[in-house]
């Protein structure tokens, strides 16, 4: 049996480890955190995020071989292999405002292990890091005086909220860095075989720490560079009459460039795009790579301007005033399948129509109360409806901005009798059928598409 810790029971803490307990019911795993309530909902019925097929896990592993905790220092001392999924948020003070990473709560986490340490460990970066971070790692906790000596490992995480169960379960590849040191070397070996139980070998890569660390900031720059590329395609749709649908289609048709993550949208949200892409922009200045930073930042305001883009275009077509209307906001989530708000655009698209003074109703399956904190002060300006017709009623607009499956399948025509009119849908996720929306009397405005209105002299402007 191996103990095996982790620290940090948030998203991906919370989602990774009961999936691995579940495939290793012989060693023993631990979760801990320094949050109380987080640990306290883990342990109850109601698990603190909303990840499909997660709870089941959990059920099945749950004070077997899978126990959740708040005594950290207790747990580190009895650890063989912790992994650390702590959060590494962009900084907000200091030098590297705004880009750099935090690492804060990274460096309290290796001093813990070092102080509560009477045996040698793996330590496995899960977190997302800067490059070279593992040397700094290794630094503080080989700095004991004891003679233990600590394996810093690199297994960055590619699981995608709403789909954390289904990536862990099969994913793409499970990447591990390590130093090639013969007790570096054992050390990927011990997490190789970890994950080799229910993971075919040749999905397991292994390489320098370095390597592995740069490449979780660069998989979720290319993923994010996509979407920023498709996007600002969709702007030029617009001016063209051309369809962003089928421009992805037809370029996605090529193997070369591929289908997946073209689907253009209000902007891409969630915790980790920008902030990894800001971190990746920040290491390129701190090496002196400044073309190289400016041309990764461009991903990021791309993705600014397009969240603007869509704001001021439902002002525009709204008669260049929302000051008192009543606009439905469906979906508050960043994406379908999670209850995270996280960077979401629904919330920046709030903002936006706020400051214009619109009267804002949101409304979301499973997001409110994220979106709820994450808005602040402005909470008490919006009013939260669960249900989309009640949030729909006497509304001048709806706006689509989170793509959840159930607001594809709901009666627009009842919803369309109970607005304000002219009645005013903006699609910002392309997840409706927009002609049978027209038909039905909507004036209907999508991303990448030509606008279906009856309204005359009202069409998009850009921001
Ligand atoms: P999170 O904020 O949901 O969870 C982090 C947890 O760490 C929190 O519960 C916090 O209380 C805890 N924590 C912080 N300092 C601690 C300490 N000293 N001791 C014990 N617990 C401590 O963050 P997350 O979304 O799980 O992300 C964690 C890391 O994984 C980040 O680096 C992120 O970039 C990366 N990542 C996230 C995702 C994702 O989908 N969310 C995917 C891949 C990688
Ligand atoms: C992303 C990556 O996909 C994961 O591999 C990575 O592990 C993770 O970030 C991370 O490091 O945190 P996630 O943010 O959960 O996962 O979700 P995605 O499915 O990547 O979507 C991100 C955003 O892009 C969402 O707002 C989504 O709606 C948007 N998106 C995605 C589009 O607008 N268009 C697309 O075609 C795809």
Same mark, same amino acid.
């Given at each position: 049996?191996?103990?095996?810790?982790?620290?940090?029971?948030?998203?991906?803490?919370?989602?990774?480890?009961?999936?691995?307990?579940?495939?290793?019911?012989?060693?023993?795993?631990?979760?801990?955190?320094?949050?109380?309530?987080?640990?306290?909902?883990?342990?109850?019925?109601?698990?603190?995020?909303?990840?499909?097929?997660?709870?089941?896990?959990?059920?099945?592993?749950?004070?077997?071989?899978?126990?959740?905790?708040?005594?950290?220092?207790?747990?580190?001392?009895?650890?063989?292999?912790?992994?650390?999924?702590?959060?590494?948020?962009?900084?907000?003070?200091?030098?590297?405002?705004?880009?750099?990473?935090?690492?804060?709560?990274?460096?309290?986490?290796?001093?813990?292990?070092?102080?509560?340490?009477?045996?040698?460990?793996?330590?496995?970066?899960?977190?997302?890091?800067?490059?070279?971070?593992?040397?700094?790692?290794?630094?503080?906790?080989?700095?004991?005086?004891?003679?233990?000596?600590?394996?810093?490992?690199?297994?960055?995480?590619?699981?995608?909220?709403?789909?954390?169960?289904?990536?862990?379960? &099969?994913? +793409?590849? /499970?990447?591990?860095?390590?130093?090639? =040191? $013969?007790?570096?070397?054992?050390? *990927? #070996?011990?997490?190789?075989?970890?994950?080799?139980?229910?993971?075919?070998?040749?999905?397991?890569?292994?390489?320098?720490?370095?390597?592995?660390?740069?490449?979780?900031?660069?998989?979720?720059?290319?993923?994010?560079?996509?979407?920023? &590329?498709? +996007?600002? /395609?969709?702007?030029?749709?617009?001016? =063209? $009459?051309?369809?962003?649908?089928? *421009? #992805?289609?037809?370029?996605?048709?090529?193997?070369?460039?591929?289908?997946?993550?073209?689907?253009?949208?209000?902007?891409?949200?969630?915790?980790?795009?920008?902030?990894?892409?800001?971190?990746?922009?920040?290491?390129?200045?701190?090496?002196?790579?400044?073309?190289?930073?400016?041309?990764?930042?461009?991903?990021?305001?791309?993705?600014?301007?397009?969240?603007?883009?869509?704001?001021?275009?439902?002002?525009?077509?709204?008669?260049?005033?929302?000051?008192?209307?009543?606009?439905?906001?469906?979906?508050?989530?960043?994406?379908?399948?999670?209850?995270?708000?996280?960077?979401?655009?629904?919330?920046?698209?709030?903002?936006?129509?706020?400051?214009?003074?619109?009267?804002?109703?949101?409304?979301?399956?499973?997001?409110?109360?994220?979106?709820?904190?994450?808005?602040?002060?402005?909470?008490?300006?919006?009013?939260?409806?669960?249900?989309?017709?009640?949030?729909?009623?006497?509304?001048?607009?709806?706006?689509?901005?989170?793509?959840?499956?159930?607001?594809?399948?709901?009666?627009?025509?009842?919803?369309?009798?109970?607005?304000?009119?002219?009645?005013?849908?903006?699609?910002?996720?392309?997840?409706?059928?927009?002609?049978?929306?027209?038909?039905?009397?909507?004036?209907?405005?999508?991303?990448?598409?030509?606008?279906?209105?009856?309204?005359?002299?009202?069409?998009?402007?850009?921001?």
């Amino acid at each position: 049996m191996t103990n095996i810790l982790c620290i940090g029971a948030g998203y991906v803490g919370g989602s990774t480890m009961p999936i691995i307990a579940s495939h290793c019911p012989e060693d023993r795993f631990v979760i801990v955190d320094i949050n109380e309530a987080r640990i306290a909902a883990w342990q109850s019925d109601q698990l603190p995020i909303y990840e499909p097929g997660l709870d089941e896990i959990v059920w099945r592993t749950r004070d077997k071989n899978l126990f959740f905790s708040t005594e950290i220092d207790r747990h580190i001392a009895e650890a063989e292999i912790i992994f650390v999924s702590v959060n590494t948020p962009t900084k907000t003070f200091g030098r590297g405002a705004g880009r750099a990473a935090d690492l804060q709560y990274w460096e309290k986490t290796a001093r813990q292990i070092l102080k509560n340490s009477n045996s040698s460990k793996i330590v496995v970066e899960k977190s997302t890091l800067p490059v070279r971070t593992a040397e700094a790692m290794e630094r503080i906790l080989n700095s004991n005086g004891n003679g233990l000596h600590f394996d810093v490992l690199s297994n960055p995480e590619f699981l995608a909220e709403g789909t954390a169960v289904r990536d862990m379960q &099969s994913p +793409n590849r /499970i990447l591990i860095g390590g130093r090639e =040191t $013969e007790s570096g070397q054992k050390a *990927v #070996a011990k997490l190789v075989e970890l994950y080799a139980r229910w993971i075919p070998r040749e999905r397991i890569i292994t390489t320098n720490l370095w390597s592995s660390e740069l490449s979780k900031l660069v998989a979720n720059a290319f993923l994010a560079q996509r979407i920023s &590329s498709i +996007n600002s /395609i969709s702007a030029l749709c617009e001016k =063209t $009459e051309a369809d962003i649908s089928e *421009v #992805a289609n037809a370029i996605g048709r090529d193997e070369r460039i591929g289908n997946r993550f073209l689907q253009s949208s209000v902007g891409f949200g969630g915790s980790c795009f920008k902030k990894d892409i800001l971190n990746l922009v920040y290491l390129c200045e701190h090496y002196g790579l400044p073309e190289v930073a400016r041309y990764w930042e461009q991903v990021v305001l791309m993705n600014e301007y397009q969240e603007s883009r869509f704001a001021a275009n439902m002002v525009a077509s709204m008669f260049n005033t929302v000051a008192g209307k009543r606009i439905a906001l469906f979906g508050a989530a960043f994406k379908a399948n999670t209850s995270d708000t996280r960077e979401s655009p629904a919330l920046e698209v709030c903002r936006a129509l706020l400051e214009e003074h619109a009267k804002i109703v949101i409304t979301d399956p499973y997001a409110m109360e994220n979106a709820s904190q994450d808005l602040g002060e402005l909470a008490a300006r919006v009013v939260f409806e669960p249900d989309p017709y009640a949030a729909a009623k006497s509304a001048h607009a709806i706006a689509i901005l989170t793509e959840w499956k159930q607001y594809a399948e709901l009666d627009y025509e009842r919803i369309y009798h109970s607005m304000a009119k002219p009645a005013f849908l903006f699609d910002g996720r392309n997840l409706l059928n927009h002609k049978k929306l027209f038909e039905l009397g909507f004036n209907v405005y999508s991303i990448g598409k030509p606008p279906l209105t009856r309204l005359v002299n009202v069409g998009l402007t850009s921001a």
